[in-house]
């Protein structure tokens, strides 16, 4: 539910910013495969407060761990409906966590698939996992929350870096966060040359009982705060739109979960 400050954010950032290619990892690669798709802001923010029904579900005893604790057939049903609605016009990548071997993987456009969307957000333990070209996957955010390395594999120069949950809403996130970083092995270097401009809420969006269940005043303050952090940023940092940048680098969109 957090990504509703992604939609706030972005009705900021697009009168003053066209990326060349966008990334995302967890929620942030729904809202991306949209952004990139040419949705505009306010289409972006309607989905957001309409839904609802994504956040109801019902808990189980599944047979199988990779099935999740969470049956989430609407929420599966609103990924393939956003994938099948929507066609990158630029350069996309969705980032997804790998099983075994244990890593990150970026998956570029047009190989996405919306089973690619659906397991990008296939938070861990709750919800479905799902397996393509033989290996499983789950949530993008596992390792890394924003996703810069994979907007480093862009070869782009600077980045406007959107992060709804700079902080895990559950005691011990951060070190978890390390841990999975640690264990994966992963190459981050791609992203060290960029130039970052992040975009973060100063204090969490909430709980986790507040990340899973969508309430509207909760989403309503979500898309302000989202809109307001961009738009201080734009203020702040006018260098880094193509208005007033004196660099020629390619520029990307990284929402992060």
């Given at each position: 539910?957090?990504?509703?400050?992604?939609?706030?954010a972005?009705?900021?950032l697009?009168?003053?910013?066209?990326p060349?290619a966008?990334?995302g990892?967890?929620?942030?690669s729904?809202?991306?495969?949209?952004?990139?798709g040419?949705?505009?802001?306010?289409r972006l923010?309607?989905?957001?407060?309409?839904?609802?029904a994504?956040?109801?579900f019902?808990?189980?005893?599944?047979?199988?761990?990779r099935d999740g604790?969470?049956?989430?057939?609407?929420?599966?049903?609103?990924?393939?409906?956003?994938?099948?609605?929507?066609?990158?016009?630029?350069?996309?990548?969705?980032v997804?966590t790998?099983l075994?071997?244990f890593?990150?993987?970026?998956?570029r456009?047009?190989d996405?698939t919306?089973?690619?969307?659906?397991?990008s957000?296939?938070?861990?333990?709750?919800f479905?996992?799902?397996?393509?070209d033989?290996?499983?996957y789950?949530?993008?955010?596992?390792?890394?929350?924003?996703p810069?390395?994979a907007a480093?594999?862009?070869?782009?120069g600077?980045?406007?870096?959107i992060h709804?949950?700079?902080?895990?809403?559950f005691?011990g996130?951060r070190?978890?966060s390390k841990?999975m970083?640690?264990?994966?092995?992963?190459?981050?270097?791609?992203?060290?040359?960029?130039?970052?401009?992040?975009?973060?809420?100063?204090?969490?969006?909430g709980?986790?009982r507040?990340f899973l269940r969508?309430?509207?005043?909760?989403?309503e303050g979500?898309?302000?705060?989202?809109f307001?952090?961009?738009?201080?940023?734009i203020?702040?940092?006018?260098e880094?739109?193509?208005?007033?940048a004196?660099?020629g680098?390619?520029r990307?969109?990284?929402n992060?979960s």
């Amino acid at each position: 539910m957090f990504g509703a400050y992604h939609a706030g954010a972005w009705k900021a950032l697009a009168p003053h910013f066209a990326p060349d290619a966008v990334v995302g990892a967890s929620v942030g690669s729904l809202n991306g495969w949209a952004i990139a798709g040419g949705i505009e802001p306010d289409r972006l923010i309607e989905r957001w407060m309409h839904a609802e029904a994504a956040g109801k579900f019902e808990l189980r005893w599944p047979a199988r761990w990779r099935d999740g604790l969470v049956s989430v057939p609407y929420l599966e049903e609103q990924i393939r409906e956003m994938h099948g609605h929507f066609t990158p016009r630029i350069p996309f990548g969705v980032v997804l966590t790998r099983l075994r071997p244990f890593g990150p993987v970026l998956t570029r456009a047009p190989d996405v698939t919306w089973r690619h969307l659906a397991s990008s957000c296939s938070v861990p333990v709750l919800f479905p996992h799902y397996r393509l070209d033989g290996a499983l996957y789950t949530d993008g955010g596992l390792v890394q929350a924003l996703p810069l390395w994979a907007a480093g594999e862009f070869g782009c120069g600077r980045a406007i870096a959107i992060h709804c949950l700079p902080t895990l809403p559950f005691p011990g996130g951060r070190m978890a966060s390390k841990l999975m970083r640690a264990v994966s092995r992963h190459d981050f270097s791609a992203a060290a040359e960029m130039s970052v401009l992040t975009i973060a809420p100063a204090e969490p969006l909430g709980g986790l009982r507040d990340f899973l269940r969508w309430k509207r005043d909760s989403v309503e303050g979500w898309i302000e705060r989202g809109f307001l952090d961009a738009e201080a940023a734009i203020a702040a940092h006018p260098e880094c739109f193509p208005g007033n940048a004196a660099s020629g680098d390619a520029r990307i969109l990284a929402n992060g979960s």
